[in-house]
């Protein structure tokens, strides 16, 4: 079946330090892959994605790349803020119905 | 454009109490789901609708029916309530295919006594 693992946390780190979350997949067929972020008390938001090989999805200094030779999806951001603070969630999709998600990644920024 | 909203945003229930979780989406999405979320299991798929007039289960759909009353509006209803019912539950919608990704709605914090 089609799973997602990503890095147990929590992660705590200090504001302008690099981030990096690992995320790795065993799917069927050719999944689509995405990071989504909840910020406390909200419900999950689309981060980035990534439909194929080798795509790079990025958004608000967050970036992934879409590695299907190490079935990787590692979420980095360069310089974090306090405003960072939230639970990541990789995930994919084969089917539209069927989004599967990791564990989540809890992340906190100290100013 | 509001995205997907949900009402009520927090609910108390008794035991064996019914109530319906309502949610709308205003992006002319043809797929909506509802999830819940648990600490220690993650998001869980309760049941989702693939297109208006369609309806099916997910992973955990004991306990729960589903309306799609149209193209918008997705409505969760809990019968009577358990207290294993007790949890965060979120709508989301997508435009149908593997690569769109789906948008939630901000969750409705639900405990059953």
């Known amino acids: 079946g089609n799973s997602v693992t990503q890095m147990e946390g929590p992660v705590t780190l200090s504001e302008e330090a690099f981030l990096t979350i690992n995320c790795t997949y065993t799917?069927?067929?050719?999944?689509?892959l995405f990071w989504y972020v909840q910020y406390p008390g909200e419900g999950l938001q689309l981060l980035l994605k990534?439909?194929?090989?080798?795509d790079k999805g990025s958004n608000k200094g967050f970036e992934a790349t879409y590695r299907k030779e190490t079935t990787s999806f590692h979420l980095e951001k360069g310089s974090v803020q306090v405003s960072d603070s939230a639970v990541y969630f990789c995930?994919?999709?084969?089917?539209?119905?069927?989004?599967?998600f990791g564990a989540g990644t809890t992340v906190t920024v100290r100013a | 454009n509001a995205g997907v909203t949900q009402t009520p945003k927090f609910q108390v229930l008794k035991t064996g109490q019914s109530m319906t979780l309502q949610c709308a989406q205003d992006?002319?999405?043809?797929?909506m789901y509802w999830y819940r979320q648990d600490p220690g299991m993650g998001l869980r798929l309760i049941y989702y609708?693939?297109?208006?007039?369609?309806?099916d289960k997910g992973e955990v759909p004991n306990g729960y029916n589903v309306s799609r009353l149209n193209k918008r509006e997705f409505s969760l209803r809990l019968e009577s309530a358990a207290p294993s019912q007790t949890s965060v539950y979120f709508c989301?919608?997508?435009?149908?295919?593997?690569?769109?990704?789906?948008?939630f709605g901000p969750g409705t914090r639900l405990t059953v006594t």
């Open positions: 995930a994919l999709s084969v089917i539209d119905y069927k989004l599967s």
């Open positions: 799917a069927t067929g050719y999944p689509s």
């Open positions: 992006m002319n999405h043809n797929s």
């Open positions: 990534a439909t194929k090989a080798d």
């Open positions: 609708s693939a297109s208006e007039g369609t309806t």
């Open positions: 989301a919608s997508s435009g149908g295919q593997a690569t769109s990704g789906q948008y």
